[in-house]
C-alpha cells in the first residue's frame, strides 16, 4: 500500500528555527490547493498501488486551510485512489488555529490524528522562537481535540533551545504528559542557516547538558508509559506515527505541493520546486517542475542505516544484501564491543542510552 503527503506552505509567521519551504502569501491559497487538486490528477498513477495507507498534511501550517479547502483536497485524493484501507490521516496545526468549529470540521474529512506544534509550555521560550500562541492556548487546544472527538493527538517540542535549564525542560514534559496525548515528538534544536535562531548559536546549550535533557526526555515518557520508537518519537501502545514509520522503513510514498519530496521504495527520489510560483505556474501549464535523483546501490545501503538506527528495531540484516552484510558487521564490532550497538539474529539496534549519539555510530558503518 501507498502513502500520501501532502505539502500546504502557508504560514502567519515564520518561526525562528524553521528552514522549511513556507510562505505567508496567503491570497494564494485558493490557487494553491487547486494545483494540488491539479496535481493528485496528474500524477495519480505514481504510487504501485491505487490503496492508500496514510495520508499527511504537513507545511508549513495545514491549519490555515478552510474547512472547504480540505474538503476539495480529500474530494480529489478519493476519485482516484482507494481509501478503504486508509489506516491514519494526520493534519499539522497551530494551536491557535484550533476551535471547536474546526474541529467538528474535521471531523467530517478522513483526518482522524492531529499533530501540533506546541514546541514549548513556556511563555519566554516560546517569544524566543517566535511562535504566535502561548502556553495557556496550547493546553486549552488539547483539551479541545479530545472534547471535539479526536482522540489521536500527538504535539512537538523543542529542547536545547538557547540558555534552557533543566527545569524548564522537565515543566515542559511534566505539562505535555498531563495531557490526553497519545504521543509525543521531542527535538533538540538544529541551528539552520538562513534562520533567525541561527543568529543565537553562540548560545547553544553544551553537548554534556544536551545529552542530559535527553535522558531525562527518555526517563519521564518511560515513567508515564510511553515507549521511544524512534530517537525523537513516543508513544503510547498503539499509537506510533504509522506514515512517519513508513518513511523509516523505505516504503514508498508520493509528495504533493510545492517542495514535496517523493520516493518509490527502491531507487529513485524527486522533489518539486520549492517555490510557490514556479510551482502555481508548472501545474498550470501542465509542466510540473521537479528534480530527480536515482540512488546508487552504496545509496540505498547508507540510507538504510540511517533511518533504521534511528528505530527501536534498527537494521533488518535480512535488507542488508550481498557485501553489505559483511560490511555492516565488520564496521559494527567497535561499537557491538562498547555497548552503544545490539546484535540479534534478525537485528542490529542502538541501545537507548546511545541513541544521542547515534549520528557517529551511523557514520561509522556507512560506506
Known amino acids: 500500500m501507498g502513502s500520501l503527503y501532502i505539502h500546504i506552505p502557508f504560514c502567519q509567521c515564520r518561526c525562528a528555527y524553521c528552514d522549511f519551504f513556507s510562505t505567508t502569501q496567503h491570497q494564494l491559497k485558493d490557487a494553491y490547493v487547486q494545483a494540488v487538486c491539479a496535481e493528485l490528477a496528474m500524477r495519480k498513477d505514481q504510487l504501485p498501488t491505487p490503496f492508500i495507507e496514510t495520508i499527511y498534511l504537513g507545511g508549513g501550517t495545514p491549519s490555515t486551510l478552510s474547512i472547504a479547502q480540505l474538503e476539495q483536497i480529500f474530494e480529489q485524493i478519493a476519485k482516484h485512489y482507494n481509501l478503504s484501507t486508509l489506516r491514519e490521516c494526520t493534519i499539522e496545526c497551530n494551536p491557535d488555529d484550533i476551535t471547536p468549529q ?25 517569544k524566543l522562537i517566535n511562535r504566535r500562541h502561548n502556553a495557556t492556548q496550547a493546553i486549552k487546544a ?52 538562513g534562520t533567525a535562531m541561527y543568529k543565537l548559536k553562540d548560545m547553544a546549550v553544551s553537548e554534556e547538558i544536551s545529552c542530559l535533557f535527553f535522558d531525562t526526555l527518555l526517563s519521564t515518557t518511560t515513567q508515564k508509559g510511553m515507549h521511544a520508537y524512534e530517537i525523537s518519537n513516543f508513544a503510547y501502545p498503539g499509537y506510533q506515527s504509522q506514515h512517519n514509520s513508513r518513511y523509516w522503513q523505505q516504503k514508498p510514498y508520493l509528495g504533493i505541493g510545492a517542495g514535496a519530496h517523493s520516493y518509490n521504495g527502491f531507487n529513485k527520489r524527486s522533489w518539486n520546486i520549492a517555490d510557490l510560483t ?43 544484501k550481498g557485501k553489505y552484510l559483511p560490511y555492516f558487521l565488520k564496521q559494527a564490532q567497535k561499537h557491538l564491543k562498547n555497548g552503544t550497538l545490539i546484535l540479534t539474529d534478525t537485528h542490529c539496534c542502538c541501545t537507548p542510552k546511545s541513541w544521542f549519539i547515534s549520528d557517529g555510530i551511523i557514520c561509522d558503518l556507512m560506506v
Request: charged share 20%.
Open 102 to 126: 474546526y474541529l467538528s470540521g474535521i471531523k467530517q474529512t478522513p483526518i482522524n490524528r492531529i499533530s501540533m506544534g506546541v514546541q514549548s509550555f513556556n511563555d519566554a521560550e516560546l
Open 142 to 193: 488539547v483539551e479541545l481535540i479530545t472534547q471535539g472527538g479526536i482522540e489521536n493527538c500527538t504535539i512537538d517540542l523543542i529542547y536545547g533551545l538557547p540558555n534552557q535549564t533543566m527545569k524548564t525542560w522537565q515543566n515542559n514534559l511534566q505539562t505535555a504528559l498531563s495531557l490526553p496525548i497519545k504521543h509525543l515528538s521531542a527535538y533538540h534544536l538544529t541551528y539552520e542557516e
Open 278 to 320: 514556479q510551482y502555481l505556474n508548472g501545474i498550470n501549464q501542465n509542466s510540473r517542475k521537479f528534480e530527480v535523483e536515482y540512488l546508487t546501490d552504496n545509496d540505498v545501503y547508507n540510507e538504510l542505516v540511517m533511518t533504521s538506527l534511528r528505530t527501536k528495531e534498527g537494521v533488518a540484516l535480512s535488507k542488508l
